[in-house]
């Protein structure tokens, strides 16, 4: 079984989805693949006790993109 | 993350809703992608969120209560919360790009117009008065009280 998401690069920090990767390895095989506008990312054998587990992963992402975004912002101001 | 849903609104802003999550198409030119983080910030605790960019300078914005399945009025509260949210994070970003220029010229006069060394050799001339002054209340310490008693 494997679930697949796509976020849009231009919403999605490339560094922000990777580090959600990272944190969440331990309960599925993660993979990216990213084209011009938009990074798939597909989870093979998801651990079957985390419900909604891809749910949980594009929270995380997006909090880490909003971080990115809130910190770039910073160092531009 | 798919829905067939009919379209509801909250006078002006549409929104979908099919049962389970509720989701948002907004225009880049009246929601920027910052007001639209920011709102999406204050509920990533209770929602599940997904921002997807459907078109250019359009943003659908899916929110998925975590608590258990929401019933049609809730979905619809949570919309409404979502787009006030959403109101207000739009008025912070005009606020903040609206007063940018002020703010750095406030923070750059404050820095640069009284040197920092200066205030502080001011203090320390205001603590070296104090303790050259005499005690205000002439209040007696029991050594000066026995002193004075011999």
Redesign the interface.
């Known amino acids: 079984m494997s679930l697949r998401i796509d976020f849009s690069r231009s919403v999605y920090a490339a560094s922000a989805v990777e580090a959600a990767v990272a944190a969440w390895s331990q309960l599925g095989r993660f993979t990216v693949e990213a084209s011009a506008d938009t990074l798939h990312v597909t989870v093979a054998d998801p651990h079957p006790g985390v419900p909604d587990l891809l749910d949980h992963f594009a929270n995380h992402a997006l909090f880490l993109s909003i971080q990115d975004a809130r910190r770039a912002a910073g160092a531009s101001a | 993350?798919s829905e067939t849903a009919a379209p509801s609104s909250l006078d002006e802003l549409v929104f979908l809703e099919d049962g389970r999550r509720v989701a948002f198409q907004l225009h880049e030119s009246v929601y920027p992608?910052?007001a639209v983080?920011g709102a999406?910030?204050l509920f990533?605790d209770r929602c599940?969120?997904?921002?997807?960019?459907v078109a250019d300078a359009v943003?659908e914005v899916r929110l998925?209560p975590?608590a258990a399945p929401a019933g049609p009025e809730a979905l619809e509260a949570l919309a409404g919360e979502f787009a006030n949210a959403l109101l207000d994070q739009v008025v912070r970003v005009q606020v903040a790009r609206s007063t940018?220029r002020i703010r750095?010229y406030y923070m750059a006069r404050a820095f640069l117009s009284a040197p920092a060394s200066a205030s502080i050799d001011a203090l320390l001339a205001e603590l070296d008065q104090e303790e050259l002054a005499a005690e205000a209340l002439e209040i007696e310490v029991p050594w000066q009280a026995g002193g004075r008693s011999e």
């Open positions: 993350m992608i910052d983080y999406a910030y990533l599940f969120l997904y921002v997807h960019r943003l998925k975590k940018g750095e």
